[in-house]
């Protein structure tokens, strides 16, 4: 793999910041809206929101046409949007009367919009080059979060930056959502649009008392402001690299060899030595893992359409000494399948009373490599589908993720030392 690092100086000049709302056929369909959040939603609301950058590349834009015609529609597609996604113009509250947080809509509640401006080299980020991901972070969006309430999700207008609050999204969601939207903005209107989202939260069953659980676990004894909606910090820096349809051949052809003597299977998709290959990379202790959709593997399973997080994260921890030499890669590649098997082959809930607090041990312990997965979907708003997309939040949880195209781009911390030229790349 070639590495090429670039370092520019990123400006950000915000122009605009708004309040989106939704645009109700009439008085009488405004209506207040509040949804409990399932165990699901309590597993991730003290977690990093997952940020998610769009790059379109737009040929002879101008600036008059970007404010009067692409902003116009943007915001008007995306108020349509809201009439069907109300959870998502309102805030995650916990009010003193309740045992847990909600999601809570109120009439003349918005969605964040943020228009702004940046001298950044379009061609660089664009690429599939390498740079420094703190070059990203100018770019991105806020999500405000306090102790008494946290907002779903914020939008900048540039390349179009999202960042979602994982308590009442998850990718499934995040992909539905900007799916209408996108879909809404390139035809005009809603007519034919996209399945609605499915509200229903009976359809989610787990163990009893699991999500009191969850929130238990998420506090110290000590402390003391038991309702803080803040999100955990976790550290983060790094830079991102690129694995190719080619790279994947040898990956993938490096395992067979290894293991065709042995007799046996492994689970070999696209993301198994993919992800092996990563974590087989880090010279440390690391922790590595990757979510699952529960929808489908729940009993009886959910509609696809379901709104907000329904998924399960898969972890395993290992040493350092586990990965020293290129035989290693190939145990990378069984304890992934492994991991990948336990999931298909297991009832999904299983383990997940002290999974939690399993979890939030390994993002906070500054010993570990923490390296997880996620992946990016890409939407057609009326100009094309993006040039790139990248999930900017990966350099503060040490993520990878998966493009469409094929390409695995992950990000790694700039402490961490990669092992040159392991298995015979340039």
């Known amino acids: 793999m070639h590495m090429v690092f670039h370092n520019q100086r990123n400006k950000m000049d915000i122009l605009k910041v708004t309040e989106v709302t939704p645009t109700f056929n009439s008085p009488e369909s405004m209506t207040e809206f509040h949804l409990p959040l399932t165990l699901y939603g309590i597993f991730w609301f003290k977690l990093s929101p997952i940020e998610c950058l769009f790059f379109y590349q737009l040929n002879k834009l101008t600036s008059a046409c970007f404010n009067s015609v692409i902003l116009p529609k943007l915001k008007r597609s995306l108020s349509l949007t809201l009439v069907r ?56 969006p806020d999500l405000i979060t306090s102790d008494v309430s946290a907002s779903a999700i914020a939008v900048q207008a540039l390349f179009s930056q999202i960042k979602a609050h994982h308590a009442i999204l998850d990718g499934q969601t995040t992909t539905m959502f900007i799916k209408s939207w996108a879909y809404i903005c390139k035809q005009g209107n809603d007519e034919n649009s996209p399945l609605p989202p499915n509200f229903g939260r009976f359809v989610v069953k787990g163990l ?30 790094g830079a991102s690299d690129l694995i190719t349809r080619e790279d994947f051949k040898k990956l993938r052809e490096r395992v067979l060899s290894k293991l065709s003597d042995s007799g046996k299977e492994v689970h070999l998709s696209t ?16 922790a590595f893992g990757f979510t699952a959709d529960c929808r489908p593997r729940l009993n009886p399973p959910v509609s696809q359409n379901y709104f907000g997080n329904c998924n399960r994260t898969k972890f395993e921890v ?69 040039h790139k997309v990248v999930i900017v939040s990966t350099d503060k949880n040490g993520a990878f993720s998966m493009m469409n195209n094929f390409s695995w781009l992950f990000t790694r911390y700039v402490n961490v030392r990669f092992k040159g030229g392991m298995f015979g790349y340039n």
């Open 318 to 386: 290992a040493k350092a000494r586990d990965f020293i030499d290129e035989i290693q890669f190939v145990f990378g590649v069984q304890k992934v399948s492994g991991m990948v098997k336990a999931l298909m082959e297991r009832w999904i809930l299983e383990g997940m009373e002290k999974f939690l607090s399993f979890v939030l041990d390994v993002i906070t312990d500054s010993k570990l490599q923490l390296i997880t997965v996620t992946g990016p979907p890409r939407f057609d708003f009326g100009w094309g589908k993006p």
């Open 208 to 237: 009893d008392g699991l999500d009191m659980l969850y929130l238990n676990q998420c506090w110290s004894d000590s402390d003391t402001s038991k309702k803080s909606l803040k999100i955990i910090s976790v550290r983060g820096g």
């Open 85 to 140: 996604y109300l959870s998502l113009a309102d805030n995650l509250k916990w009010p003193p009367n309740e045992p847990k947080p909600i999601i809570l809509y109120t009439l003349n509640d918005g969605f964040s919009l943020t228009v702004s401006h940046s001298d950044v080299d379009f061609n660089i980020l664009s690429s599939s080059g390498v740079y420094e991901a703190a070059e990203l972070h100018p770019l991105k």
């Open 271 to 286: 993301f198994v030595p993919s992800f092996a290959y990563v974590i087989t990379c880090m010279v440390k202790k690391v």
